[in-house]
């Protein structure tokens, strides 16, 4: 399997983690560790920056996880940005997932603050990952502006309904030049699997995880999927066909 | 992950192969030990009885295989049962995989023909696994009849179109009380994952591995996608959501 | 729009109706009338053959109304073949719809039982329109003992699911020489109209106009999109595509 | 049913219909006239502003057709804001179609052009209709803008796909305050009639009817399943179940 790179830096797991939701920040140290993830996300607005050992942050502390923060709350690109800088220094990392999301409800993203965000933190020297809907017209817009990947959504997040924007997202795949992560929505192993069959560089996942109820385990299971689902892509799927291939009848054999 | 129990045998692996269509019998070999499957089915329209070193059986000699001889091409109960007493003579074991399919054209299963054929070969000491179509109400009177196990079809053979019958699935999973195994469709490794996602005991795969660029590779990917599935099925995943649960702003942390 | 002709006998609508679960038979009558119906299902135990005017058949007594007693309930042949010779004198009507389910919690058809009484009734005269799964091999079996025509099932019967069963409806579409009814599952309009612009010569509903709010408000509706889908069909809809034709720029305009 | 009211004018039909891609003026303009459609899109790439009496414009000169000039092919904000301001001289409409897609392989809108275009235009006393993604954070900001309507795709251009971006339609049009307009995509009377039974207000439809075999016919084929469609939203569809309500024996019936 080819390494993934983003902005410059590689990656051997596809998988990356939300932390968001899980019951105890010990399952969520667990689902960490169980899914090989190299890439997690951290909630802003759950970390607190005047506590020096800040008890979310410490279960993160390992060597092979790179630490995204990101900006879940925000409501517009000033938020966002005025976030992105307090989290650079309190955390040490130039990393971020972009979030901008007015609406409490369903949470999702928008376009136009998002796209001024990402032109504004990648002049700022931010390695921006930006949380959009699968609009193949703002991922190019992202790319011009900087963006280090692209981070479209599979459903209303928190759904686990799946790939649901699948027709939007093998659009996206095929004319993106920065790695293309699915990040909404997905809610099932099968459904990260198909997200990489589909040629997708990259899956987010959490509810599907912290709401499991083993979430180590379900970890674990993803884990697997991204991989099958990334080794799938490379061995090139058979295409999808009409009917089978006509058979021969039994008579021979009956007849030896 | 608790072992499959199929007529007292146990298998570790959930994943069965199919032998048609591999570019070579090597690729089929390669393909068979990079899936870990330990229950490989082969036509016995392809098998050459008069030969002492058949070359497809040559290939499958690993002591973890266990040979399912099928009777694809058989289009009545009748043929079908005169070949597996053939069978069951040369190929030393009582194992079948019954296929009954009057129509070459679509490979559709005869559920009549099937089931009388299940009964006789019952009584015969044979250990019967069925194809047939995703039928609950014949799955039930394939149990009577003394089946080990259904094989329900995802889609149309050879098509790679998934999990169509997945509404008759989830119902023949909910009232089985043998091993379920889905058998035909299968034509990437999420769908595998999917299958076994839902409670299905195991997936029978051909098409999708054989006509893959890379067989081997493809094997290994159904193999992780299995284990991946079932997995998730024993972890236990949520519900799916019609939203997300509210999200809280980014305030306090802008405020800190 | 052609018209469609079961067993000799000419129909001008294509929606067929069934009778069950309405709030009142008033409200039953009104959606009859309103579906446009010329054929209405009627379960046999439902009717009281002592009384001289039985209440459900009085509303059902419209000049252009053929009448379909049902053996809803029955769980073998032997069942559905007396209540049918008790129905055929009482009602005065050799026409059936034959339903066969052991299974009171999904009422999914029993193959070999409704392949046997097709069978028989067939011989003894019956006009005989048996609802089945959507299994092709059964229908050309059912085609060769004699059935009027054949009412696949969408989807389990009252989930209002839809055409669940596609891939299976299109092949049996394909290969008969009888008159294809999709019969149960049908939960919208717009799945009425999708089975009939995949070729289906007519659809069954009940569930969905007897449970919504308006009933022969409903029941209109589905008359229209029958209508819809029944054209579409005759004006050949034109295949999906991957993407647009490509579009020339505004230019022209803007120069002029 | 009520009717749909769009900047105070009201329409009977809620079927709109495109006049691109059909195989003579004289087909089209027999397509609109068996749609009973009252608003209809005219690409001003395709008028032709010098001649007096441009050949597609006569023929949609009926007194019950709104015309409404698209600006397809318009690639920034800035190109359509001239071509609408060409168009309103030149027909004698304030109405647009707004579509900008700098992309001229998908055709898919410009999500950040497009609200500026919106917000220009509206302040200039146009009637705006914008074609869009069917992102519901963009439709909000679309209302703010001062948009008269949203026209949300319901998948790729030209592709026939159906509604593939239902699970953003559902949120759009229950927090929409304008009309909601599913505008590409549909490629069958069963998808129109779908989109209107989610509660869609009406639907636009082109290449399904331009490209059928019988434009004429399609185009009437449209206009019953988009009545059914809504008559369907009106009387409020149950939802769908898991399994049938359970049904009682025939033991009743054969006793009598």
């Not at 983690?17 to 090989?36: D, I, N, R, W």
């Not at 504004?120 to 949380?131: M, N, Q, S, T």
């Amino acid at each position: 399997m080819a390494a993934l790179q983003i902005a410059g830096k590689t990656f051997s797991s596809r998988l990356f983690l939300g932390t968001g939701k899980f019951g105890s920040h010990q399952e969520m140290e667990a689902s960490v560790l169980a899914s090989g993830s190299e890439l997690v996300t951290v909630a802003l607005k759950r970390v607190d920056l005047q506590q020096e050992h800040d008890d979310i942050l410490q279960h993160l502390h390992h060597p092979q996880v790179q630490l995204l923060p990101n900006t879940s709350g925000a409501r517009q690109a000033k938020e966002a940005i005025l976030a992105a800088q307090l989290a650079r220094e309190a955390l040490e990392t130039n990393w971020l997932k972009l979030e901008i999301h007015p609406d409490p409800k369903y949470l999702l993203p928008d376009a136009l603050e998002t796209l001024k965000a990402t032109e504004a933190l990648a002049k700022l020297g931010f390695i921006v990952l930006p949380y959009i809907h699968a609009d193949p017209v703002l991922c190019k817009q992202l790319e011009d502006a900087g963006t280090a990947a692209v981070m479209p959504l599979g459903a209303p997040i928190g759904t686990n309904k799946g790939l649901r924007t699948l027709d939007f997202l093998e659009i996206i795949i095929a004319q993106s030049k920065v790695p293309v992560i699915v990040d909404a929505g997905i809610g099932a192993p099968s459904q990260a699997a198909q997200a990489m069959e589909l040629g997708a560089d990259a899956v987010l996942v959490n509810t599907a995880i912290a709401t499991a109820q083993y979430p180590a385990r379900m970890a674990a299971a993803f884990k697997l999927a991204v991989e099958a689902g990334r080794q799938a892509y490379e061995a090139a799927l058979p295409p999808v066909r009409a009917h089978a291939m006509a058979s021969s009848p039994l008579t021979a054999f009956l007849d030896a």
